[in-house]
């Protein structure tokens, strides 16, 4: 019945993501191979995040994207607000403009009830609860170590294969 827009469920992948490498940057090419999101679209939304406060970054050499402050402080509500506005959930289940709270469709109070329920659920769901359950799937960096450069820094640009991870994105291996 309700789903979150690809916007926001990419978003929230993308978040999963950085939560793992927090608070270390990753650059968006590195964070769309982990996630399987194409580099184009993932760049646009990025910056979205950004705006809205979700995310931090830096340019330039060594630059990249962190998550603006900790997982567990970062509601799946935050996230579909950011991408999709505050009205995510429509005020009638049916979609008729004209059902307010005087003149009601018949599914007007289940729907008030349950749209509540929804909100709750994505208030109280985090991207750190979302992360967890990533398991070992888009791991960061590959291996467990981090890639190195020749000065011995981590080299922010690289977008080495992931373990576990197709080229798409998906998963090998795992039961997500």
């Known amino acids: ?23 270390q940057l990753m650059v968006a090419k590195d964070i769309s191979v982990c996630t399987g999101i ?19 970054g830096k340019r330039g ?6 998550l603006a402050r900790p997982a567990e402080e970062i509601s799946l509500l935050d996230v579909a607000h950011a991408m999709d506005g505050p009205d995510i959930l429509p005020y009638c289940m ?18 008030k009830e349950e749209r509540a329920k929804i909100e709750a659920v ?26 190195e450069g020749r000065s011995g820094q981590r080299e922010t640009g690289s977008s080495k294969e992931l373990e576990g991870v197709k080229p798409n994105g998906e998963c090998v291996g795992s039961a997500l």
């Open 1 to 23: 019945m309700f789903s979150l827009s690809q916007t926001a469920g990419y978003a929230i992948q993308a978040l999963s993501c950085l939560a793992k490498t927090h608070p």
């Open 38 to 56: 194409p580099l184009p679209y993932l760049s646009k939304f990025l910056h979205i995040l950004k705006d809205h406060g979700l995310i931090g």
């Open 61 to 66: 050499y060594q630059g990249g994207f962190n």
């Open 94 to 111: 049916l979609g008729l403009p004209a059902c307010t709270a005087e003149h009601s469709c018949p599914t007007h109070a289940f729907w």
């Open 122 to 147: 994505l208030r109280d769901t985090t991207v750190a609860d979302v992360a967890a359950y990533d398991g070992e799937c888009c791991q960061w960096p590959p291996g467990g170590s981090e890639p």
